[in-house]
T-cell receptor, first 115, second 112 residues
């Protein structure tokens, strides 16, 4: 597709359930990022992939959060044993290169609600 | 204190007005500065992208960076109702992690 695609757009889960969020980056983009955006706040960095390698996971809030990009294209963010504070919009972004001079392009996010 | 500070607004101005949005930051390693526009229930859309200090103009939008003051601005001329959105500033370092550090976002409404 032309842009970054995320699915599902909306996800409702009960506290304690596991969820998986998918990101399809722009074709050929080497770098992929996950951000978390709480209501009324700016996005906050979670993790970064360069091809299939996860080079930075410093933003993951706990060991319940896990991300992978096994073939260097599609990425999945998994949250285990969800808690109410995990409710947020999860944004995926991709960029063509590996340097900060390459702009990041965002998908429309997955809105996660934990009941 | 957050690395990037941005007044959340809300900001409401009449159509045709000049809008000024700004952010301050504390990390002197930031070298790339961006402005994103985010409509409700949509992802951030890149508007302006600048490196180091200086001005950049694109149509009705002008971005300014003053690294000595750690202050960046976005000006919107001849504002239109379609400009109503949340505007996010974002920054990244030159080397190392490419991660973006965002401000809180300013909610802007242009009234017809």
């Amino acid at each position: 597709g032309a842009g970054v695609s995320q699915s599902p757009r909306y996800k409702v889960a009960k506290r304690g359930q596991d969820v998986a969020l998918r990101c399809d980056p722009i074709s050929g983009h080497v770098s992929l990022f996950w951000y978390q955006q709480a209501l009324g706040q700016g996005p906050e960095f979670l993790t970064y992939f360069q091809n299939e390698a996860q080079l930075d996971k410093s933003g993951l809030p706990s060991d319940r959060f896990f991300a992978e990009r096994p073939e260097g294209s599609v990425s999945t963010l998994k949250i285990q044993r969800t808690q109410q504070e995990d409710s947020a919009v999860y944004l995926c972004a991709s960029s063509a290169g590996t340097h900060s001079n390459q702009p990041q392009h965002f998908g429309d996010g997955t809105r996660l609600s934990i009941l | 204190q957050k690395e990037v500070e941005q007044d959340p607004g809300p900001l409401s101005v009449p159509e045709g007005a000049i809008v000024s949005l700004n952010c301050t930051y504390s990390n002197s390693a930031f070298q790339y500065f961006m402005w994103y526009r985010q409509y409700s229930r949509k992802g951030p859309e890149l508007l302006m992208y600048t490196y180091s200090s200086g001005n950049k103009e694109d149509g009705r939008f002008t971005a300014q960076v003053d690294k000595s003051s750690k202050y960046i601005s976005l000006f919107i001329r001849d504002s239109q109702p379609s400009d109503s959105a949340t505007y996010l500033c974002a920054m990244s370092e030159f080397q190392g992690a490419q991660k973006l550090v965002f401000g809180q976002g300013t909610r802007l409404t242009i009234n017809p």
